[in-house]
């Protein structure tokens, strides 16, 4: 068995709840410079033009990562995606994107926008590898942890 493929593993897509929220918020705390709090989660599923999906085992108690994106007529933008850093590389987030792009498409999008970082090689191939081009950029766009400022692409996918 080629060793790439044995590290594959499958997840379960699901409309996130409340009771995600406590692992959502980890996830994003080692994701992301600024994390969010379970306010901004809460607050998010809350909002009828949020659509959000966890990523979980076959029993639904681990959740391994989530996707959130923002509908307005029929345009979405991605607003945020992360897969638990110890279990990243397995194709959990593509799994994730995948259906959630479809689930977006079923609600009558046409296009879906997101902001990456210029250097994060792992969202850009899974963009890429998903159908998203290079449409813009954003020079200066996120601060970083080191105080400097790091360019954001901006993507677009037909759906
Ligand atoms: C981006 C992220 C969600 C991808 O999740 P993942 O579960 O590791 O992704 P997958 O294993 O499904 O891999 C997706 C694709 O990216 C590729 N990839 C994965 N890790 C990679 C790496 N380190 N470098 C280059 N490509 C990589 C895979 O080969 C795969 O390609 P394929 O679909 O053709 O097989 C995850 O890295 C993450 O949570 N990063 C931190 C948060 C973040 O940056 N989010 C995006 C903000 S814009």
Avoid at 21 to 36: D, E, T
Avoid at 87 to 109: D, F, I, S, W
Avoid at 134 to 140: F, K, M, P, S
Wanted: charged share 25%; proline share 3%.
């Amino acid at each position: 068995m080629l060793p790439f493929f044995s590290s594959r593993e499958e997840g379960f897509v699901r409309p996130m709840r409340l009771d995600h929220v406590p692992a959502c918020v980890a996830i994003h705390a080692q994701s992301f410079a600024r994390g969010w709090g379970a306010d901004e989660f809460a607050a998010l599923l809350q909002d009828s033009t949020v659509l959000s999906h966890v990523i979980t085992d076959g029993q639904g108690r681990r959740v391994d990562g989530f996707a959130l994106s923002r509908k307005v007529l029929d345009e979405a933008e991605l607003l945020t995606i992360a897969v638990d850093s110890a279990r990243r590389g397995k194709g959990l987030g593509r799994q994730l994107l995948e259906k959630h792009l479809e689930t977006l498409r079923a609600a009558g999008t046409a296009s879906v926008f997101l902001e990456v970082e210029e250097a994060n090689a792992p969202a850009r191939t899974l963009y890429g590898h998903l159908g998203f081009g290079v449409v813009g950029q954003r020079d200066g766009y996120y601060a970083k942890a080191d105080g400097t400022r790091a360019r954001a692409l901006v993507m677009k996918r037909n759906q």
